[in-house]
């Protein structure tokens, strides 16, 4: 099967960059989406990215895609503790929509 | 805007037991979508419909389990008889139109234990 790959854990100071990344196989997606889970809370759509650009940005947001290796990040500049979360990497193919795993995201003072 | 309803918010109940959960989409939304996340599965897609039809039912995990779309305002997830294996967190989640070029909406989930 295909399957949407992100690593699961990732630990920032506050005030430092988080890249987040995100490995998909499906090549005729359309769009790439980066989601935000919050504790306790549905997923948040954060940020997306059609698949013939290259980069996004979004304030402190920044999605890059690379289509040839199929690999997505998002980096958020000056991290706060109120961006420790799950990020969930998304990828449309065709009828489906797939999820990575999600990585957890811990942002110490 | 109100966004996507679900309810109960918490369930908890004993094996055995009939357990329905219970949705309400963005107006306006033809897509609607149930997911189970769980901490060694991950997020997984159970079923969707389109314009109240069922399309795709491939990810419901057993016979004990069922969905409905009434209507374009309503649907239901029911899971009879519950195991305890069955307890995770229940989102649904509509989108408009096609699911390529629209991200889908969450609602904040039904947590569900299964004692």
Known sequence: GEDVEQSLFLSVREGDSSVINCTYTD?????????????GAGLQLLTYIFSNMDMKQDQRLTVLL??????????IADTQTGDSAIYFCAEN????????????????? | DAGVIQSPRHEVTEMGQEVTLRCKPISGHDYLFWYRQTMMRGLELLIYFNN?????????????FSAKMPNASFSTLKIQPSEPRDSAVYFCASSPRGIGNQPQHFGDGTRLSIL
């Not at chain 1, 289509?67 to 998002?74: E, I, T």
């Not at chain 1, 795993?101 to 003072?109: C, D, Q, S």
Request: net charge positive.
């Open chain 1, 27 to 39: 090549s005729s997606s359309t769009y790439l989406y980066w989601y935000k889970q919050e504790p």
């Open chain 1, 66 to 75: 690379n289509k040839k290796d199929k690999h997505l990040s998002l980096r």
């Open chain 2, 52 to 64: 109240n039809v069922p399309i795709d039912d491939s990810g419901m995990p057993e016979d004990r």
């Open chain 1, 93 to 109: 193919g065709g009828d489906d929509m797939r999820f990575g795993a999600g990585t957890r995201l811990t942002v110490k003072p």
